[in-house]
């Protein structure tokens, strides 16, 4: 399966963007979807995840202000992220893994290319 996310961008703190993660060559099917992220010298890091059955988790720092949902007819997987601060900053990736909700990276076996998000104060 191959990856694309997008709608990363430039806000500022307090504001919202929606990220997507379109996959091509296979539907999701039911395989969970996961979102990461990494900021300039820090490890990546744990965002949110949803299986095929809509149960969603999500890292203790977003809890609250971001919901990632998915639509399986568009393969299309979206992080809403709200009330976004400037330690939110970071690329952001999205991936695919096993079955059931995961949150370790060596639990995901297909990567997308990352797109950066930056909120400024």
């Known amino acids: 399966v191959q990856l694309q996310a997008s709608g990363g961008g430039l806000v500022q703190a307090g504001g919202s963007l929606r990220l997507a993660c379109a996959a091509s060559?296979?539907?999701?099917?039911?395989?969970?979807v996961g979102w990461f992220r990494q900021a300039p010298g820090k490890e990546r890091e744990f965002v949110a995840a949803?299986?095929?059955?809509?149960?969603?988790y999500y890292g203790p720092s977003v809890k609250g202000r971001f919901t990632t949902s998915r639509d399986d007819a568009k393969n299309t997987v979206y992080l809403q992220m709200n009330s976004l601060k400037p330690e939110d900053t970071a690329v952001y990736y999205c991936a695919v893994g096993g079955i059931g909700l995961a949150i370790h990276r060596d639990e995901y076996d297909y990567w997308g290319q990352g797109t950066q998000v930056t909120v400024s104060s």
């Open positions: 060559r296979r539907p999701f099917g039911r395989n969970v």
């Open positions: 949803i299986d095929w059955e809509l149960d969603t």
